[in-house]
């Protein structure tokens, strides 16, 4: 016969209840044996102290009768079985048993103190504890005084019995709780359960209105399952979604793997011109061995070409780095318009071919905490982006100005404005990208692309922004960079 949910619950819960009752009991039986027994040691340990102190003065006197008093004295209950004083060779002087007066017993010959040891007296076990009379280096007697053991088994047993009748009853008031709650709960229950087995995508959980209106944890769960089937329902209209965001995804995977093969097609031609220039003068290098004007002016070649190749492995590096966030910067104290002239000064040659003319707008600003050679970089890429694009015989602006952020902290702000080409507006935000160059720089004006991608990610590494915008009219583009105060 199978067995319902309420008869498993009932059988299951009385099967622990009685578990843990039956444990409790043997747990609370033996600590209270433990602490019986130990109050009992204390009170005996404190009677056969009192006896072997209180008859030194018969002992010393051998006053008999004195000692008899003392030992007949000496028993508080009837749970004691005997007290005695008996000589250290052993001979009994008085004992409550006045029989064993005369007799020879075992005790100890040297002082003791406390000294338990259990024993058989009238069929019955004992505990014997034995504490000597001494009084300077005289060693007298030795009191001795037993308690029976039995009685405390006995008096467990009774504890144990009335725990174990308090058990059961409160075991059987709990088995008639749980069976009016369980049938307060999973006739409820199953109602729920064949609801929700009606769910459909059309049209989601339909629930009994005694069961959806209840006020309890089971309406609680009604409504919980109502909520979980709307949004089962809206999770697969957003899975149709994520399926046409995912075709969207794959149109932008395969451009940016052009956008890597145009990346590659362009850094071979990088690399191949040193290398050209390198193999190049170093055989007119050679054919020239003879004239030292023109080995030197071919080393020179070479050195230059070597230079820019190592200028665009060291990129390559510096993006793997930025990448896998293996960059690390050199924080200090530094000035960005003290970096900008640097790097105007750097590129001089590059400004008077085009016969260009930097102008410096710069307000008083703080001294900042950067990275002086990284945000260098960044301004020289900058500049050099901005000489390349720029019209024969323009002015390049540059401003440098301080303000705050909404947190009240301070925020430079650096502005490089040029007048040429400008950057297709669906371009913006992808020239800053790795692999990506604005359809501007294919005019042949040259470079790979990696010099703001590095840019931006040192500038985002300080914890600021970089981004570009068109000029009014498409007279040229502006470049923007903020830096935080730290």
Request: with cysteine; aromatic share 8%; proline share 2%.
């Amino acid at each position: 016969m199978k067995l319902g949910i309420r008869t498993r619950l009932i059988v299951s819960l009385f099967v622990l209840m009685a578990l843990s009752f039956w444990l409790t009991a043997v747990v609370l039986i033996k600590d209270a044996d433990k602490r019986l027994e130990s109050h009992h040691i204390e009170m005996a340990e404190h009677h056969v102290k009192v006896l072997a102190e209180g008859s030194l003065d018969g002992l010393v006197s051998e006053d008999f009768e004195l000692l008899e008093q003392w030992v007949n004295s000496s028993l508080p209950t009837e749970r004691y079985a005997y007290a005695a004083l008996v000589k250290p060779n052993g001979q009994v002087l008085t004992h409550t048993d006045l029989s064993l007066i005369g007799n020879n017993t075992s005790t100890y010959k040297e002082p003791v103190q406390f000294k338990r040891r259990t024993a058989i007296y009238n069929e019955r076990q004992i505990v014997e504890i034995v504490y000597s009379s001494v009084l300077g280096d005289t060693h007298f007697a030795n009191a001795h005084m037993a308690y029976y053991i039995d009685i405390e088994h006995e008096q467990s047993q009774q504890t144990f019995y009335r725990l174990i009748l308090i058990m059961l009853a409160s075991t059987i008031l709990m088995m008639l709780g749980v069976y009016f709650i369980t049938d307060k709960v999973i006739t409820p229950v199953r109602q729920l359960t064949n609801d929700v087995s009606a769910f459909t995508l059309a049209k989601g959980v339909r629930f009994s209105p005694r069961i959806f209106n209840r006020k309890d944890e089971i309406g609680e769960l009604a409504h919980s399952f109502d909520q979980m089937s709307y949004r089962l329902i809206k999770s697969f209209k957003e899975i149709n979604q994520a399926h046409d965001e995912a075709l969207h995804s794959k149109e932008e995977a395969e451009a940016a793997n052009l956008a890597k093969s145009e990346f590659l097609t362009n850094i071979s031609h990088e690399l191949r011109t040193p290398m050209h220039a390198i193999l190049g003068c170093s055989d007119l290098a050679l054919d020239k061995a003879d004239s030292k004007e023109k080995v030197e002016q071919y080393v020179g070649l070479i050195k230059n070409s070597g230079e820019r190749l190592m200028k665009l492995i060291d990129n390559l590096l510096d993006v793997s780095k930025l990448e896998t966030g293996k960059y690390v910067l050199d924080i200090e104290e530094g000035s960005l318009l003290a970096v900008f002239e640097k790097c105007r000064d750097e590129n001089q040659s590059l400004l008077e071919e085009k016969e260009l003319t930097v102008q410096v707008d710069n307000q008083p600003v703080s001294i900042f905490m950067f990275d002086q050679a990284a945000i260098e970089r960044v301004l020289s890429n900058l500049l050099i982006n901005a000489i390349r694009y720029s019209k024969q015989r323009t002015d390049i602006v540059v401003s440098i100005m301080e303000g705050r952020q909404p947190d009240g902290s301070l925020v430079q702000h650096f502005k490089i404005k040029n007048e040429g080409a400008i950057i297709p507006q669906d371009e913006l935000s992808k020239v800053f990208e790795a692999f990506v160059q604005s359809s501007a720089t294919k005019d042949g004006s040259g470079g790979t692309g990696l010099g703001l991608s590095i840019s931006k990610k040192i500038v985002e590494k300080h914890g600021g922004k970089i981004w570009a915008e068109n000029l009014p009219d498409e007279k040229g583009v502006v470049f923007h960079m903020t830096l935080p105060e730290e």
